[in-house]
């Protein structure tokens, strides 16, 4: 050896090491780039928590903007698991803090549940434009009631059409407004795909069930039949909906198709696809209240349907279910039984109701305006029954 130098065969092992180094580095890298990228819009909610929750299982890094309210405990299972910036969608995007340092991400899929407005739509496509792989927007039966449908059956993806008719379509848009807007995203989104070639979803949901609903709508006609005995009056019925067949889905179901939807070749979709969701079943709000009773084990409940204002929490759409046949053959969609989810979801909500760590939702629901008349009745009753339910588990 002469002064500092390194013999050949260790500088030939050095020149190695450092080469594999780099290699490794280039993989590591590479494996970066590979992991998918996910922005939620919204993601917080019944039916986006559980879609984050997959989209993570699956791989994906999500980055998910909503206004911060975490509902349920969200906040414990989704949030630290997230990129979350925080953000009210009534305001433009772009004045977000937080939006500026994703402008020139590249996102895999964007999952959008927020979008009620057009100008939502246009927000996200003036920040990423090129930069989606796939738009997965989350629509509504709803936008049915601002179409003309010409036929009495159950509503098919092409009936979502507007009248060619100027005033016919203002005055449909007047009847129903959250329809009209929630459509006007869907045709935001066709033409932002002519313009960018962004690949598109729409899922056309009818009303959701499913557990950690903060509509509390489930767990309110859940709450009726428990607490009838201290509260000792029919639950009373919408007589005109009462024994209708109505459309229903369960957000779990929803979630599990977004996150195979993400998983396929966008090119399935490269112009823009529609599709209705919901179970295969079609029960009337009574026949739901009845498989509610049965698994509550009250079957003698009293349930009235011959009232003109009675409680009316589903159907929230005028034109009756809607046909899945679509959703089945192109997507393969396989919904859970009816009468699985309904075990599900009274267990949940009972177990829900004797649980101190949503006595946040507990107060939410006593307060609902649905029990204001009887408020104080209704929240004794709840004390009574799952306070001595706490005390006995």
């Known amino acids: 050896m002469h002064g500092g130098s390194l013999p050949w065969p260790a500088c030939k092992l050095l020149g190695i090491l450092l080469v594999l180094f780099y290699l490794g580095i280039l993989d590591c890298r590479t494996l970066a780039k590979d992991t998918p990228e996910a922005l939620v819009l919204g993601g917080n ?54 939006i500026d340092a994703l402008s020139q991400s590249k996102f895999d899929v964007v999952v959008d549940f927020s979008a009620y407005h057009r100008f939502q739509i246009q927000d996200v ?51 129903d407004s959250y329809g009209h807007r929630k459509l006007l995203c869907e045709e935001e989104l066709q033409l932002q795909n002519m313009k960018w070639g962004v690949p598109f979803v729409s899922l056309r949901l009818p009303d959701v069930i499913g557990p950690r609903d903060n509509t509390y709508r489930w767990w309110i006609y859940q709450l009726l039949i428990r607490l009838n005995s201290h509260l000792k ?75 003109v204002s009675g409680l009316q929490l589903y159907p929230s759409v005028t034109l009756g279910p809607v046909n899945t046949s679509q959703a089945q053959l192109d997507l393969n969609w396989n919904p ?45 009753a709840f004390s009574k029954v799952y306070r001595s339910l706490r005390d006995e588990l």
């Not at 009631?145 to 203002?170: F, I, T, W």
């Not at 005109?240 to 889905?249: D, F, H, R």
């Not at 399935?268 to 209240?289: C, D, H, Q």
């Open 45 to 98: 909610g019944l039916l986006g928590a559980g879609t984050v929750e997959k989209l993570l299982v699956r791989g994906y890094r999500v980055t998910a903007v909503n206004r911060g309210n975490w509902y349920w405990d969200s906040d414990i299972k989704i949030k630290p698991r997230v990129n979350h910036v925080t953000c009210n969608r009534l305001q433009p995007l772009k004045s977000c803090p937080g």
């Open 125 to 175: 496509f003036d920040l990423w434009q090129k930069r989606i792989g796939l738009y997965v927007y989350i629509s509504s039966d709803s936008v049915f009631e601002v179409c003309n449908k010409s036929h009495g059956g159950y509503s098919r993806e092409s009936d979502a059409v507007r009248p060619k008719n100027v005033l016919a379509r203002e005055e449909y848009a007047k009847k």
């Open 233 to 307: 009056s029919d639950i009373k019925l919408s007589k005109s909906l009462c024994t209708k067949p109505i459309s229903l889905v369960h957000s779990e179901d929803v979630a599990e198709m977004i996150s195979d939807i993400c998983s396929q070749n966008p090119k399935r979709f490269a112009n823009g696809k529609a599709y209705n969701l919901a179970f295969k079943e079609n029960p009337s709000v009574l026949e739901l209240l009845e498989l509610m009773k049965s698994e509550l084990n009250m079957p003698d409940v009293p349930v009235t349907c011959d009232t």
């Open 336 to 380: 859970t039984p009816l009468d699985e989810a309904v075990k599900e979801l009274v267990n949940f909500y009972e177990l829900a109701s004797h649980n101190p760590e949503f006595k946040k939702e507990h107060d939410n629901v006593l307060s609902s305006a649905f029990f204001m008349d009887n408020q104080k009745a209704v929240s004794e």
